[in-house]
Every structure is written in C-alpha cells, then in structure tokens.
C-alpha cells in the first residue's frame, strides 16, 4: 500500500516537474526567438545602412556634369564611381510601391538597390518606412519630388530614415507587434559641392 | 524509477543550458554587430579628421606631415600621403582613421585657392573725399612694383603712386607730394578704388594680432614673410590717438586699421595695409624710416586725412606685387573646393 502511494505521490509529482518544465522552456524559446528577431533586424540595419552609406558618400564621385538624376521621397538615382577610380556608374535606390508578401509583415516593403556594373538586386529586409529629404547648402529642405536641373544641382544633403521590422510578429504577443529598429541620418556627399 | 527521474531531470538541464547559450550567443552577436558600426563610424570621423587637420595646418602657414599617427578619442588618425601641383593650387590628400581594428580611408582632391583679396590699383589707393594728404620731412611714396625687400624693383607692373575719388583730391596730392610721389602715372584719378569694407570682417575673425584697447604699444613684431600675420587695430574715432605704436613695429601680412592711430618710430611692415573709418586720420611715423612695401587702401566715410612723416632718413610707402602676394596668401585666407574625395 505504501509503495502504491509512493508510485503515485512520485508520479503526480514528476508531473507537475514535467508541467513546470515545459513551461520554462516554452518561455525560454519564445525569449530566443525573439533574441534572434531582434538580432536579425539589428544586423540588417547595420548592413542597410553601412551601405546606404557606401553609395550615398560616392554621388558625383569622378562625374563631371550632373550627378543626381531623380530625387524623390523613396527613390534616388545619381551617378557616380563606387571604386576608388573606377568607372562612373548609374546607381538607383528606390523602396518598392507594394508590400513584400513573402512576410507575414503587411508592412514592408522591398529595397531595390540598382547598379550599372551589378544590376537590380531586391533586398527583403523588412523596411516599412524608406523616407528620403534633400537639403540644399543652407540647409533648407527642398520639397520632393525634386524636379529640373537647378533643382537637383542645389541639393548638398539627404536625409535617410530607414525603419527596420522584423518579418514575423513577435512571438505569444499582439500579432501587430514587430521588432523595430530606426536609423537616420543626413549624408553630405562631399562631390556634389564641386565645380561643374 | 529514481535513476529514470535523474535522467530525465539531467536532459532537461542540458536542453535549458542549450537554449540559454543560444540567448547568450545572440545577444552577443548583436552587440557585436552595432559595436562594429561604431567602430567603422569612428575611423571614418578620425579620416575625416585627418583631413581638417592637414588643412587646419596649411592655415597656419605650415605643412602638414605625413605617416605620424595622432591618438584621438580613443582611435588614431593620420595623413597617409600628401601631394601638391607644381603651382600649389591642386593638393592630393590620403588619410586614415583607425579605431580598435577598424581602419577607414578617405582620398581627396582639392583645388585651393586665396579668398576675395581687394585689388589694390596704387601705392596708396584712396577712397575718400575731401583727402588731406601731407607728407612731411622725406616721406616717399612710389608706385613702381618693388620686390619684396622693397630696394629692388620687379621690373614691371608698375602702377601710380596715388589714386584719389576727385580731380580736386588729385591735384591736392600732386601738389603737397611734389617730386616725393613717384609712380606711373605719379597721381590719378581712379574712382574704381575698392571699398575695403566687405573685406574687414573677414580680416578682423582671422585677425592674429587685435587691438581693441586704447595705449601705446612698442617693439611689436607682427610675423614675417616665412609666416605673414593679420592685424588689427580697432582705434574707434578718437581723434587724440587712442592706439599708438612707437619704437620698432614690423611686420608682414594684411594690416588693418580702423578709426585713429598713430605709427611712431620704425615702421616695417610688408603686405596690404587698409585704413578705413570715419574721416580717418592715420599718422605714419615720426622720427626715423617708416616702410610700407605692398599697397595702402585708404577708405573714409566723410574724407580722410593721412599723414606720412620721415624726419630721418627717407620714409617709404612702396607698391610690391611680391608683398601683396604674401598677404593674399595668408593660410587663413584660402578656402578649399572639391574637386574628388572618395571614401
């Protein structure tokens, strides 16, 4: 009688030990999932906007003449060099108009970054917001679209904003709830200053 | 049944480690990615920071030198190479910036040039009316362009001794100059003399000597052709003199001078010499064998009154491209365009 006791007393116990355990580690999943959402959506856009600022550093590099082309809140295209004395390429960047719905993000939208020597590469990377700002040399804004050639030759700097969210929701949570990184800065392309 | 419970206990303890080193891992990998941003934002801003700095140090008449690391915020900058056309207009510049084992490089072209300088059209261009011009003892204004020593002449470029605003003025100043005012011609008419005016801002933020406060100053040295100077005197409208310099003043550089002042004993000073204000009255020298060697600018709201004075030997007020081009190329004076940088 007492060994029937012990069997069952032991077994409801190892239960609720089981119960227990899952639990944790169902916690301890969600919380890695969302480590790597995170970590993810923190590595690209380190990536994006290592290279926005590669390209963007570059407008008017070696180009005599015009350099940048179509200027719009979510679309640039400029020429310019991307090597040290390379040749002059054509670059485009532009945020597509409809979402990406290879996501469960209705949000974002793909990044299409466009280059003579490389062609068009769609980037996935969970961007819903991809705002452009021109300014010109006394830091007035300039309103978008920017059309004409003196219009496009007075712009000095561009504002970048970049939102960055993750493809899925955030795990056991609001399934409107995304992991969000925002990045902006204003870049001054030292080339566009230069004489004609 | 207790070893099978052990077991099980033990697994799910690995399993959680498990997932607990994954946590950590990611954790990890994100920080290290935004560190690394970091890293690679710094050593571009010490590369940048290596260019300014090369500039900075043309500015101050010097060159900047190559391969010397500078510690800086934590990174380290230098100026990897550094070349300049044979005319000193173009220069091309290399930096580097390194932070923790981040390194970044900036090549640039440059074009350098002198910001707006005032033409200087005489000896002693003046640009008010009525003038009252005297020179006394042996003073000597000459127009023919003089070297920079002003003993030698260049042998061409010369120019009229002095330029007034009126045919009055002119024949004022012909008359009380006499033989003592030399150039070609002697005296003119010249009603495009520039207004210094727009330049004096310029010349008073970059100014390396000022003097705002009334007294008398002596024995004062305001650089050298090696290192030409600016200097700025800021005598206000008082007509007892508030600013006097006596014994030996010398310089070389842009010398500007507002208001009053009185220039005592030995004036030695090479480059461009402005005089603006209010009917202004400037003394020049005294006793002894006061020298101007470049351009004087004379500009007055209502005349100016300007009095040249060696009771030594003979006192000089000489045009020079040579010195003028000295002042002109004040490394404070010149400004940068891109013509290329790649980062």
Redesign the interface.
């Known amino acids: 009688m007492s060994a029937m006791f012990d069997?069952v007393a032991?077994s409801i116990l190892?239960g609720i030990?089981i119960l227990a355990?899952a639990r944790?580690?169902g916690n301890?999943?969600s919380?890695?999932y969302q480590?790597?959402y995170?970590?993810t959506t923190?590595?690209t856009a380190?990536e994006i906007?290592?290279q926005v600022e590669h390209d963007f550093?570059?407008i008017g590099?070696?180009v005599t003449g015009q350099k940048i082309f179509t200027a719009d809140s979510t679309e640039i295209r400029f020429s310019g060099?991307l090597s040290?004395g390379g040749p002059i390429e054509s670059v485009r960047h532009f945020w597509s108009d409809s979402p990406d719905t290879t996501t469960m993000n209705p949000l974002d939208h793909r990044l299409i970054r466009a280059t003579t020597s490389g062609g068009a590469i769609s980037q996935r990377l969970g961007i819903t917001v991809f705002r452009l700002s021109y300014f010109d040399t006394l830091n007035h804004q300039i309103p978008t679209p920017v059309t004409g050639l003196a219009a496009l030759s007075a712009i000095r700097s561009i504002k970048v904003q970049i939102r960055f969210e993750s493809f899925e929701p955030i795990p056991e949570a609001d399934t409107s709830l995304y992991f969000a990184v925002n990045w902006e800065k204003i870049i001054y392309p030292?080339?566009l200053?230069?004489?004609k | 049944?207790g070893r099978t419970?052990l077991f099980?206990?033990l697994g799910?303890g690995a399993?959680?480690g498990f997932?607990?080193f994954?946590?950590y891992r990611?954790?990890e990998?994100?920080a290290d990615?935004?560190y690394?941003?970091l890293k690679?934002t710094n050593a571009r801003n010490l590369a940048r920071t290596a260019i300014h700095v090369a500039l900075r140090t043309y500015d101050r008449g010097q060159t900047p030198s190559t391969g010397v690391y500078t510690d800086f915020g934590g990174g380290k900058f230098r100026l990897d190479s550094l070349r300049m056309s044979s005319d000193g207009d173009t220069l091309w510049l290399v930096s580097k910036g390194a932070y923790v084992e981040s390194t970044y490089t900036v090549?640039?072209t440059l074009?350098r040039t002198t910001k707006p300088f005032p033409t200087v059209g005489a000896a002693i261009g003046i640009r008010a009316k009525p003038v009252n011009f005297t020179l006394a003892g042996h003073a000597e204004v000459d127009g023919k362009n003089y070297k920079l020593d002003g003993a030698t002449l260049a042998g061409s470029g010369d120019l009229p001794g002095v330029t007034t605003m009126t045919n009055t003025d002119s024949a004022t100043v012909a008359s009380t100059g006499g033989t003592y005012v030399k150039g070609v011609p002697p005296v003119k008419v010249d009603t495009t003399t520039v207004d210094p005016l727009a330049f004096l801002e310029i010349y008073k933020e970059n100014a390396d000597f000022r003097y705002d406060v009334k007294g008398t100053y002596s024995g004062t040295t305001w650089g050298d052709t090696a290192h030409p100077a600016i200097v700025y005197c800021n005598a206000g409208d008082d007509t007892s003199f508030s600013i006097k310099f006596t014994g030996k003043v010398e310089g070389c550089g842009v010398l500007v001078v507002r208001g009053n002042v009185q220039f005592n004993g030995n004036l030695d000073f090479k480059g461009l010499v402005i005089v603006d204000g209010f009917n202004t009255v400037v003394d020049f020298g005294a006793a002894g064998t006061p020298a101007i060697v470049g351009g004087i600018i004379v500009a007055g709201n209502a005349g100016a009154s300007v009095t040249l004075k060696g009771t030594g030997a003979n006192a000089k007020a000489r045009y020079s491209s040579e010195a003028l081009a000295k002042a002109r190329n004040i490394g404070k004076l010149r400004y940068y365009?891109?013509?290329?940088?790649?980062?």
Do not use: C, H
């Open positions: 069997v032991s190892f030990l355990v944790v580690q301890l999943n919380t890695m480590n790597t995170n970590m923190q590595t380190v906007a290592r550093t570059k590099y070696r060099a040290y030292r080339n200053g230069k004489p | 049944m419970a099980l206990v799910l399993a959680m997932i607990g994954q946590m990611s954790g990998i994100a990615t935004q690394a941003y690679y090549r640039v074009f365009t891109i013509l290329d940088w790649y980062e």
